[in-house]
């Protein structure tokens, strides 16, 4: 049997999407919302609400034909969520399924809600948690059981409780109207909340729809407050509740880690078969510098990921959160200098078993997110050299089976290693070829005449900022500092405009180059500055740490050398030998 997941973009490793249970699918109505629509590249870089970066994690395609009956599943946290239904079985796989939507395992969840409907096929219910899971899933396979799922919460709910027939209401209105059905979604969840103070679940829908996320500035956007409260609420009554654990987690990670900490301690305790669940601690371990804890929280979903694939008979790229959970451990691992490490799982991303109609199918998971994974990680790493021989190594004949826009992205990445590692070796025509070799090819990208052929919008603006880091350190290199750094900012505010995402979607952070521009100019103080500043945003960095020991070592200040080089130390004992010479 072959379950298919999601579009995952690795961070440190590959660019990053987002995705969650409750989707808003633009343009869609129920009756003609078909899986075929979408694309591996739904998410366009020019929204950067959280709930949209979350959503884009977690579409998948899954092969549905011929499946066992579920399993009853334990560790995955708790939900009490009555259903009229005379099954006690349908009751169960319900809560089931509804605690799988919590842990994001959308396939999971479907496979529960197909369980529940055969043993009560009258109950609505059950329908409801279908096209919930089906929303977050991609591809034709389901299509059949979206359409059972919307003629049966249309033809039941007349005769159903109020409460479920403003859930049923609630669901399809949600994708009957591409400008107002998010909003009609959430109003019918509020009266929910309203009439039935005690529903969790209906708080915990409202919230994680309700999650806008932050700015660049970490403002807080539309509904993100409104979310917190709710979620505040929950945990204040239920402190017990994985999924208000889950979703706080998304909620704080970016703007307050440190106020997630205490549910990222918590969370793998409450699910901790839920490979999901017991990655997410990771992100916050992640955000606050304790490269550590992140480190054993990703492992540690490694082996739920892999104990369940096992099991079940599911190969790897058919596990979105082992894919996923993979892009954040090698970001971990690019902080703390675990080069070998982060290489090893590289390979195993690139190393995926894959059938052909898989690839075709799946060219984002396996291509982006696979085939040139260590490539990007070797950019992570500042390997360009080797980034790029990675990538010339990557041969695509006529026959394959990756688009001309992979094959594209692939070259542009080539380009910018190329050129990067050029200004490394002094070779600075060779650096300007493959810049405007870059620039040329952005260019015909932004010229295609067939739309499926262009290299989707997040992407491009990946390689935008890749351009002018190139720029910037060719100007360098020729000592024309002012334009250096001016392009180098340019870069950097680039790099910030693409919006949160997790891991982070840049490979290499901007400001290391600007900060070395700085340190050949001379300019000790604006070079800390940037070295700082790149501590604020990746804490206990181990590039920040040995930046600032160049920058003093340079300058002569030998005390403070030496204390960063104590720093830079303690955070990497696990770091590859001759990463950060002392």
């Known amino acids: 049997m072959s379950f298919i997941r999601h579009t995952i973009v690795l961070g440190c490793i590959v660019i990053s999407s987002q995705c969650l249970a409750q989707r808003t ?16 590249e739904a998410h366009d870089g020019a929204s950067h609400d959280h709930l949209n970066h979350i959503q884009e994690y977690r579409k998948e395609t899954v092969f549905v034909h011929h499946l066992p009956a579920p399993e009853r599943l334990r560790g995955i946290g708790t939900t009490h969520f009555p259903i009229t239904t005379s099954s006690n079985e349908t009751q169960f796989f319900f809560n089931q399924g509804i605690e ?124 993100q407050i409104y979310s917190e409260y709710l979620l505040k609420d929950i945990l204040r009554l239920h402190p017990e509740n994985a999924a208000a654990h889950h979703y706080w987690i998304h909620l704080k990670e970016n703007c307050c880690p440190n106020e997630a900490l205490e549910s990222a301690a918590k969370l793998p305790q409450l699910a901790p078969n839920s490979g999901h669940m017991v990655h997410m601690p990771g992100h916050v371990y992640y955000k606050v510098g304790d490269y550590q804890k992140a480190f054993d929280a990703f492992v540690a979903a490694v082996k739920v990921d892999s104990a ?4 079940q008979n599911i190969p790897e790229v058919d596990n979105w959160n082992y894919i996923h959970n993979i892009n954040y451990l090698l970001s971990s691992c690019a902080e703390d200098g675990r080069y070998n490490t982060a290489l090893y799982y590289a390979e195993k991303l690139k190393n995926m078993p894959a059938t052909k109609e898989r690839k075709r199918k799946y060219e984002g998971r396996f291509f982006y997110q696979g085939v040139i994974a260590p490539a990007k990680m070797e950019i992570c790493f500042g390997f360009y050299d080797r980034a790029a021989q990675k990538l010339a190594a990557i041969q695509l004949d006529k026959d394959s089976l990756f688009t001309p826009k992979a094959i594209s992205y692939k070259q542009a990445l080539f380009h910018f290693a190329t050129g990067m590692n050029a200004v490394k070796k002094g070779d600075l025509p060779m650096a300007k070829n493959h810049q405007n070799a870059l620039d040329a090819l952005l260019w015909r990208n932004a ?74 100019a001379k300019q000790y103080s604006k070079a800390v500055a940037a070295y700082e500043e790149l501590l604020q945003q990746h804490p206990n960095s181990a590039n920040g740490y040995w930046g600032l020991y160049n920058v003093f070592k340079q300058k002569g200040d030998q005390t403070k050398a030496n204390e960063y080089a104590k720093r830079l130390q303690s955070v990497t004992p696990h770091g590859g030998q001759g990463l950060f010479p002392l």
């Open 100 to 223: 799988l939507l919590h842990c994001f395992w959308d396939f999971e969840a479907y496979r529960a809600f197909k369980e529940a409907i055969r043993h009560d096929s009258t109950a609505i219910m059950p329908y409801y948690g279908l096209y919930s899971a089906i929303g977050a899933i991609e591809g034709d396979d389901f299509k059949n059981d979206q359409k059972l799922a919307i003629r049966k919460l249309k033809a039941l709910k007349e005769k159903a409780t109020e409460r479920e027939k403003l859930y049923a209401e609630a669901i399809l209105a949600r994708d009957a109207d591409a400008e107002g059905g998010k909003a009609a979604y959430q109003k019918k969840l509020e009266l929910i909340v309203h009439k039935y103070p005690q529903d969790v679940d209906a708080k915990l829908f409202l919230a994680l729809s309700k999650m806008g996320g932050y700015d660049a500035k970490l403002n807080p956007r539309e509904g």
């Open 447 to 520: 010229n295609q005449s067939d739309a499926k052929d262009i290299i989707n919008t997040r992407r491009v603006n990946d390689l935008n900022v890749a351009s002018l880091e190139l720029q910037g350190v060719i100007q360098s290199a020729e000592n024309n500092y002012t334009e250096a750094i001016a392009l180098l900012k340019k870069a950097k505010q680039k790099e910030d405009e693409l919006g949160y995402s997790e891991p982070p979607s840049y490979a290499r952070p901007v400001l290391i180059s600007l900060a070395e521009a700085h340190l050949k």
């Open 308 to 311: 369940y694939m096992k099991q």
């Open 25 to 40: 699918r633009a343009g869609e109505s129920p009756e003609h919302s078909t899986h075929a629509q979408h694309t591996h």
